[in-house]
């Protein structure tokens, strides 16, 4: 299966429909009058249809286990077609698309299933996934305009050579992904007054400036000491995110330092400097964190 432990869990909605044709009015007559020799055709499917998908992980190899949280089903009669739409939501990591259409197909398989007594020529169409919302596309907004990133990594060994930057290019990977052009990548050693520099001086010329490294809890590490007194706004929501996510996965995560906040209308962040650490501070708030760029001064304030 896709790996899909580096995605947040979000509200995922998807409705599907699907289309039992039926060849005579008599048929839809017994469907709405209960007189199916089979049993209450609507009913019965529509349980079979809850069932398919609370399982779909079973029929689909690729599809993962998930809390199903919420299945409806309506039925909409036209003429000698029923249409079947199932709505699915879950709070998780992946969406439930193929959940609801697994659902209204089987809703449909078993009411042909059901109708055949009594109508030889049921035909069973247009089975589609009607809208999803709740994914990663769902949070990706265009900006004002496009957006720059200034991204400096913080370490005495990496600016003196004796190591490789994986952090930092981590971050502008994550970045590009997110549709933000990379305007300055800097490499300094772990001082504050170079630390603040560069952030005073990138925050008047770009929208995103990202720290890596300094976070952690050994003598040199001062990017939160060098950052923090020349925040104008802080932004605890985003730092809880960050360790929040980092701690489901590594119970080290909680020693990090990592801090956000604004300078004029630009967002800036300190990350930690390992490369895992950096990459998962990235997808624990990107692209959702743009979003800011919305309610900043000189914004659109529409949500």
Do not use: W
């Not at 995605?7 to 429909?17: D, G």
């Not at 259409?101 to 030889?120: C, E, F, N, Q, R």
């Not at 996934?129 to 596309?137: D, F, Q």
């Amino acid at each position: 299966m896709v790996d899909i432990t580096h995605k947040i869990s979000t509200l995922r909605v998807a409705s599907a429909q699907a289309i039992v044709k039926v060849s005579k009015q008599e048929t839809i007559d017994a469907l709405e009058n209960n007189t199916v020799p089979k049993g209450n055709v609507f009913e019965i499917a529509k349980a079979a249809g809850l069932l398919a998908v609370k399982n779909t992980f079973n029929v689909i190899p690729d599809c993962h286990p998930l809390p199903v949280e919420f299945t409806g089903v309506s039925y909409t009669i036209d003429g000698l077609s029923v249409k079947i739409e199932m709505t699915v939501k879950t709070i998780y990591k992946t969406g439930v698309e193929v959940e609801s259409m697994h659902g209204a197909s089987v809703i449909a398989l078993t009411m042909y299933d059901m109708l055949k007594p009594i109508d030889k020529q049921v035909e069973i169409g247009t089975i589609k996934l009607l809208e999803k919302s709740g994914g990663k596309s769902s949070y990706r907004k265009k900006h004002r305009s496009q957006l720059t990133a200034s991204v400096i990594v913080c370490s005495d060994s990496i600016s003196e050579g004796k190591k490789e930057d994986k952090a930092g290019k981590a971050i502008i990977k994550k970045l590009e992904e997110s549709g933000v052009s990379i305007a300055n990548y800097d490499i300094i050693p772990d001082e504050i007054k170079a630390i603040r520099e560069k952030a005073v001086k990138y925050a008047s010329e770009n929208n995103l400036v990202i720290f890596t490294g300094g976070t952690g809890l050994s003598y040199r590490d001062v990017t939160p000491e060098a950052l923090i007194p020349i925040l104008e706004r802080r932004i605890p929501g985003v730092e809880e995110a960050i360790r929040d996510y980092g701690q489901e996965r590594m119970p080290y995560a909680m020693l990090s330092r990592s801090v956000a906040g604004t300078i004029g209308d630009a967002l800036v962040l300190a990350l930690p400097g390992s490369t895992n650490g950096a990459k998962e501070s990235m997808d624990a708030v990107f692209p959702y964190l743009l979003h800011v760029f919305k309610i900043l001064k000189g914004g659109n304030h529409d949500s």
